[in-house]
């Protein structure tokens, strides 16, 4: 209660405030602009090398192509703002202050940094994302091991795989037709940087442009089958269909998969669940317009589990993982296709240092993001928009 008395105050200063802010030279200046300032890319910048060829527990990375360490923030990717210290303002606000931001700078930048917000603990960060005005968007039928922070309906944990090993570039849920439009990060306790912890991010147009033009090609003639193998939770797999669609229910796995229109059988003897579709490699942005590539033929690829500590020891015939990807009409994808999308990905790649309270904004339809191993702490939340 207290707080919120001390919001309604601080909301008849920044009344106040925004009227003094406003009287700006510069037409192009939005409101929330007095709020922020921009941030060097020195001023995110890693502070200490990540090895990326040949790194332990990163699919691919003993082939051809991966750069020896992550490349820096560079200008613009991600595109950081500080949010001004002085400002008393409820998170709340400050959600409403960052979207204007994000209206003005995602779609030229794809990847938005905010540092300095005052986002004590997950309610905080809840309260914020909402503030954004985005429609929030549910895990339901993701292919990671993710799950709902307690108390909160719209925020996750990111993702509880083990922390020695590394997730690759991927669009969220770029192996679905239903995947969010953006991807909001939130840092609840920071990474000891030397110990790891790096959310890499890649722009999807940069990749594309730089693939083989027979690789593009090939995929887009044949397109990509997406397999899933789900295992009953009575099998304690790394992810069951009972976490995957948040249910016990098999009706309801059944609706969500007719919905889609993907092929599906449950296995008798079991209780399995194996299903599939086929998707393009491209798509059209909804907003600009433009083909993008948007596409998941390798981390789908059953050498992401492969290389895992979670199969370490595990050999299973290539359906059985829990993804896998083929061409479309079944036949395998060459495993130098998939190296060469891997590496093309990770030598587009930066880093960035994360602090305390950070919150970074994806369009999923064009950043890629991963997370490289670390040891020691590390807790970042996870909320995904619709739209
Ligand atoms: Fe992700």
Redesign the pocket.
């Known amino acids: 209660m207290a707080r919120t008395r001390f919001y309604q105050g601080a909301r008849v200063i920044l009344s106040g405030m925004i009227e003094s802010r406003s009287f700006s030279s510069k037409p192009q200046l939005v409101e929330s602009d007095s709020f922020f300032t921009p941030l060097e890319p020195e001023e995110i910048a890693l502070k200490c090398k990540h090895q990326i060829a040949g790194r332990k527990f990163l699919p691919g990375s003993q082939g051809k192509g991966f750069p020896e360490y992550l490349a820096s923030a560079r200008k613009g990717l991600p595109y950081a703002l500080r949010a001004d210290p002085e400002a008393e303002v409820s998170p709340e606000r400050w959600g409403q202050l960052c979207r204007d931001q994000l209206n003005k700078m995602l779609p030229e930048y794809n990847a938005v940094l905010f540092r300095n917000l005052p986002l004590l603990d997950g309610k905080d960060f809840a309260a914020f994302a909402a503030s954004l005005g985005y429609k929030p968007i549910s895990y339901e039928g993701g292919t990671?091991n993710r799950y709902l922070v307690n108390g909160e309906t719209e925020v996750y944990f990111s993702t509880s795989d083990p922390p020695d090993f590394n997730i690759e570039l991927?669009n969220?849920m770029g192996c679905s037709p239903v995947h969010p439009k953006k991807?909001i990060f939130f840092c609840l306790i920071e990474p000891n940087e030397e110990l790891g912890g790096v959310t890499p991010m890649a722009r999807n147009s940069e990749i594309f442009s730089q693939l083989d033009p027979s690789v593009v090609e090939k995929l887009k003639e044949k397109k990509i089958r997406y397999t899933r193998y789900l295992p009953h939770e009575k099998h304690k797999p790394y992810a069951s269909w009972q976490q995957s669609f948040m249910t016990n229910d098999r009706e309801k796995v059944e609706e969500f998969l007719e919905r889609e229109n993907f092929n599906y059988e449950w296995e008798k003897d079991t209780e399995n669940l194996i299903y599939w579709y086929v998707l393009p490699p491209t798509m059209t942005h909804p907003v600009t317009g433009r083909k993008i590539w948007f596409t998941q033929p390798n981390v789908h690829h059953n050498t992401y589990y492969k290389e895992s500590p979670m199969f370490q020891g595990v050999t299973l015939p290539d359906h059985m993982y829990p993804t896998h990807t083929y061409y479309g009409d079944g036949s395998p994808i060459e495993p130098e296709v998939i190296e060469h999308i891997r590496a093309t990905g990770w030598r587009n790649a930066v880093g960035f240092s994360w602090k305390k309270r950070d919150v970074i904004v994806f369009d999923n339809l064009t950043i890629q993001?991963s997370r490289l191993s670390f040891r020691g702490d590390r807790l970042i939340l996870a909320y995904l928009t619709a739209e």
């Open positions: 990671g991927h969220e991807v993001h």
